[in-house]
């Protein structure tokens, strides 16, 4: 376990090289062998598929389900998480999408990886900075449970008027297979370990299921950009464009929620608890939804969002000790003034 703890532990420390590289290498192949990757196009989407699996189950194992009775000591975080990732972000990704992206396609995409929240990463990251890991893990659990529920009917309303079809029953499809499915089978491994091994024996596997999900994000991306080689380097100008486009939302949903969060009352804590949530984007859930109901094209901005997404937060973490005096700032205040008096 100690060597797939330190590979792991690289991965992590590296993930925009290794995402960067899975790109490089990807799109190399697929430019190199188009012809071949053009006539098992099912092979491969399906291959994608399969490893979005791989990269969710994990997480579900890792996730616990006694976390979300506790919903009702946090409830204003929760909820402001939830407004966040499926008011105040469809509607700025919306804006967004008309104004800077003409392609339906990538539009519809942009939109899809936009309404698909709750990163990988993000409880990892508010651990880091000693945020509220029970806050970031309820908000995730209620956040992740309304995916299946919110996301076709957005779709369905984004793609209205435009001549793309959606297919519900593929969305349906899609969802079932990577996030119903691995939140079924994620609770069974879950409750099959704790009982024959205990909490202890969750813990030994947790180094083996963060690899899982890391090399299956890694190939997913890989796969995506081998698939669309030859499009993507006579359209080169698509990843500057979404690389902007996401610059943008990035900075503008951290920016937005670290001072409505203030605002709101929240403490250091509970805001960490959900602002990596809350910007940040589930993209192999969203690759895989896209891959199986439209197609590779769909599934180009969620392969390019974890690159800006990843930098940008990593960013805001190292602003840790500035975020967390402008939050106790009120609290800092009130101090000296009962000082003096």
């Known amino acids: ?5 330190r590979i792991t532990a690289n991965i992590k420390k590296f993930l925009v090289l290794y995402s960067v590289l899975a790109i490089i290498i990807g799109w190399s ?39 979300v009775k506790r919903v009702v000591k946090e409830p204003k975080a929760v909820l402001l998480s939830i407004f966040y990732n499926y008011i105040m972000t ?23 990886v936009m309404m698909i929240p709750v990163s990988s990463s993000s409880v990892g990251y508010t651990g880091i900075v000693k945020g509220s890991v029970e806050v970031a893990m309820i908000s995730q659990a209620f956040n992740f449970l309304l995916i299946p529920i919110l996301t076709p009917i957005y779709l369905n309303f984004v793609a209205r008027g435009s001549n793309i079809h959606v297919p519900m029953n593929s969305i349906f499809k899609s969802i079932l297979i990577v996030v119903i499915f691995p939140m079924i089978f994620g609770y069974i491994t ?10 202890k024996g969750l813990k030994k596997i947790k180094p083996l299921t963060g690899l899982m999900t890391l090399i299956s994000m890694l190939f997913v991306i890989f796969f995506i950009f081998f698939l669309k080689g030859n499009m993507l380097l006579a359209k080169w100008q698509i990843l500057i ?6 610059l943008i939302y990035i900075v503008l949903a ?44 769909v599934a180009i901005p969620a392969a390019v969002l974890p690159i800006f997404q990843i930098i940008l937060l990593i960013v805001y973490i190292h602003m840790e000790n500035l ?17 003096e008096e």
């Open 254 to 297: 951290l920016l937005l929620e670290t001072f409505i969060n203030k605002k709101a009352g929240l403490n250091y804590k509970e805001h960490m608890g959900i602002i990596f949530l809350s910007t940040g984007k589930n993209n192999g859930t969203a690759v895989a939804i896209a891959t199986m109901a439209f197609g590779p094209l």
């Open 29 to 67: 192949l697929g430019v190199k062998y188009s012809a071949y990757a053009s006539s098992h196009k099912s092979i491969y989407s399906n291959l994608i598929v399969l490893f979005v699996f791989f990269m969710i189950y994990p997480m579900m194992i890792n996730m616990d389900w006694r976390e």
């Open 241 to 246: 464009q979404l690389g902007i486009i996401t």
């Open 1 to 5: 376990m100690e060597t797939i703890k």
């Open 323 to 339: 975020i967390r005096k402008y939050f106790n700032k009120k609290h800092y205040h009130h101090n000296i003034v009962r000082e």
């Open 190 to 199: 879950r409750w099959l370990i704790v009982k024959s091994k205990g909490e």
């Open 90 to 112: 469809p509607l700025i990704a919306y804006f967004l999408a008309k104004v800077f992206i003409h392609n339906t396609e990538l539009a519809l995409g942009f939109m899809l």
